[in-house]
T-cell receptor
Framework: GQQLNQSPQSMFIQEGEDVSMNCTSS?????WLWYKQDPGEGPVLLIA?????ELTSNGRLTAQFGITRKDSFLNISASIPSDVGIYFC????????????FGAGTRLTVKP | DGGITQSPKYLFRKEGQNVTLSCEQN?????MYWYRQDPGQGLRLIYY???????QKGDIAEGYSVSREKKESFPLTVTSAQKNPTAFYLC???????????FGQGTRLTVV
């Protein structure tokens, strides 16, 4: 199946710093999703993107659907300790959205 | 409250035993999914179902079985044929043909 390459694998930042992570695919995606997973819990949907070039915000989070439709970016501004967790990008590999592919995740650590 | 519930949170089994993981949702979603998560990896699709009494294999279906007798329920059985069953298992649901999936809190299975 299609692979989603997510980078960086991990980030260690100071509270208050901005964070940027990205996800790329070898194939075109029609939808990009960003999830956050806290330790021992299920992922929670943060942002969904539906068309190329779209820029969507959710509080301090901003995500963009790349123009090529093969990449997406997630930015977190003014990080706080509760931003700690693993962030996953995801997208459906088929037009009917049945087969969701996930990146390997970016593990974020925020130092107070 | 609407949501998706997995039980139990933690499960221990002896090698060679079959074990069934429960997943129930009251979101009125037609589509349900099972994913496996290993440390440092993204989620991998085991099985999915778009309608009662029908389900499809994902990338890593070998050693697993599912049933979908009710819209609300999608139990996963980890059989003795699964060579490395210890993992974190996540159930999700969505509106059919919509990418946005909502996850349960996961079941951590340990086989000793």
């Amino acid at each position: 199946g299609q692979q989603l390459n997510q980078s960086p694998q991990s980030m260690f930042i100071q509270e208050g710093e901005d964070v940027s992570m990205n996800c790329t695919s070898s194939s075109i995606f029609n939808t990009w999703l960003w999830y956050k997973q806290d330790p021992g819990e299920g992922p929670v949907l943060l942002i969904a993107l539906y068309k190329a070039g779209e820029l969507t915000s959710n509080g301090r989070l901003t995500a963009q659907f790349g123009i090529t439709r093969k990449d997406s970016f997630l930015n977190i501004s003014a990080s706080i300790p509760s931003d700690v967790g693993i962030y996953f990008c995801a997208g459906p590999s088929d037009p009917n959205n049945n087969d969701m592919r996930f990146g390997a995740g970016t593990r974020l650590t925020v130092k107070p | 409250d609407g949501g998706i519930t997995q039980s139990p949170k933690y499960l221990f089994r002896k090698e060679g035993q079959n074990v069934t993981l429960s997943c129930e949702q009251n979101l009125n979603h037609d589509a349900m999914y099972w994913y496996r998560q290993d440390p440092g990896q993204g989620l991998r699709l085991i099985y999915y179902s778009q309608i009662v009494n029908d389900f499809q294999k994902g990338d890593i279906a070998e050693g697993y079985s599912v049933s979908r007798e009710k819209k609300e329920s999608f139990p996963l059985t980890v059989t003795s044929a699964q060579k490395n069953p210890t993992a974190f298992y996540l159930c999700a649901s969505s509106i059919v043909n919509r990418a946005e999936a909502f996850f349960g809190q996961g079941t951590r299975l340990t086989v000793v």
